[in-house]
């Protein structure tokens, strides 16, 4: 999933505030495998996903990509900045 950085805008527009700039970054050593991302998760490693229900729901995710052992790229993320 991606975020909608266009609809982010026009609910911040909705609400009074104006683009102030950007960036974007790269999650460095974020580009793991699903084999290495899913024993992360399943030994706790993995502070966002602390709930039990949904470390379940993400390592049978992770399970269910191809070439578990192939790393991905690192992510790029972009962070927008509003203004009143």
Known sequence: MTDDADR?????????????GGTAFTGTGQ????????????????PWCADPADA?????????LPE????RP????RLLSFRA
């Open 31 to 46: 580009g793991r495998s699903p084999r290495a991302w899913r024993e992360a998760v399943e030994r706790g490693r993995i």
């Open 68 to 71: 578990q052992d192939a790393s």
């Open 8 to 20: 982010l805008t026009r609910q911040a527009a909705a609400l009074g505030l104006h683009p102030a």
């Open 56 to 64: 379940a729901a993400i390592v049978r995710a992770l399970a269910a």
């Open 74 to 77: 690192d992510p790029r993320y």
